[in-house]
């Protein structure tokens, strides 16, 4: 039996299905990417420069003193309140939100290194 012959394939057009087979950015690309981020760059110095004359339209005024407080502040006082440490579920009947969200703010106040771990799913205020 005799191979067939199929039509040779050209180096670039190898080249070109590898780097679509694998998501490899062409030239092209990345000279869009980089005018469109040159399009922002310049969106954010014309906002930098625009005088504020006060809230946007059907916006509200908030300083320091109205803010109401987020929900790690909120997380944050009840731990800080507690002499002993406090838990998970007590948090939970304190603040009514899901277990998820107060993990997720526990990790970020321990990072932060506002809470300190007592013991498993305990924790105070770090001194």
């Known amino acids: 039996m005799t191979r067939r012959r199929g039509r040779p394939v050209s180096f670039d057009a190898m080249v070109k299905l590898f780097m679509r087979n694998y998501n490899i950015p062409t030239k092209k690309d990345v000279e869009n990417i980089l005018r469109r981020l040159e399009r922002v760059e ?3 110095e014309q906002f930098a420069k625009r005088p504020n004359h006060g809230p946007a339209p059907g916006g509200t005024v908030r300083n320091a ?3 109401m407080p ?3 502040d ?3 006082e009840i731990i800080r309140r507690s ?3 406090i838990g998970i579920a007590e948090i939970r009947e304190k603040t009514g939100y899901g277990d998820k969200k107060i993990r997720n703010i526990i990790y970020r106040l321990d990072k932060a290194g506002r809470i300190t771990r007592i013991r498993r799913g305990v924790y105070t205020e770090s001194h």
Request: charged share 20%; net charge positive; aromatic share 6%.
């Open 42 to 44: 310049v969106l954010l």
């Open 65 to 67: 003193a109205s803010r």
């Open 70 to 72: 987020s929900a790690s």
């Open 74 to 76: 909120k997380v944050f």
């Open 83 to 85: 002499r002993q440490g």
